[in-house]
Nanobody, 126 residues
């Protein structure tokens, strides 16, 4: 049974940086896809970044490419989302998630997840 606990949200100004963390258990195995999602009020949840553990393959939604980096510290069983050059439109509740997949092609931002962490709020002011 997977468990995820997200942390690290906060408030920053336009252009600032934040790092989100997600302590994970039960999902740090080679065939798992780990990801970050975000959601704003009245909008559907959006996949932001994904990481396929076998090979460390990462993918991003276009709006965050070059600004966000997803990574995994295996020793700490912790998933990260390093966010740089933040913009007001990045304001959202961010969630970490995990799902078991067969191949890396099935690991992408927005993939249907089986396990979810609680959300952490990110606010970016202009």
């Amino acid at each position: 049974q997977g468990q995820l606990v997200a942390s690290g949200g906060g408030s920053v100004q336009n252009g600032g940086t934040l790092r989100l963390s997600c302590a994970a258990s039960g999902v740090i195995e080679s065939h798992y896809c780990l990801g970050w999602f975000r959601q704003t009020p009245g909008e559907e949840r959006e996949g932001v970044a994904a990481l396929y553990i076998l090979g460390g393959i990462t993918t991003y939604t276009d709006s965050v490419k070059g600004r966000f980096t997803i990574s995994l510290d295996n020793a700490k069983n912790t998933l990260y989302l390093q966010m740089s050059n933040l913009k007001p439109e990045d304001t959202a509740v961010y969630y970490c998630a995990a799902v078991s997949v067969v191949t890396s092609a099935m690991c992408f931002p927005g993939v249907d997840a089986s396990y979810w962490g609680q959300g952490t709020q990110v606010n970016v002011s202009s």
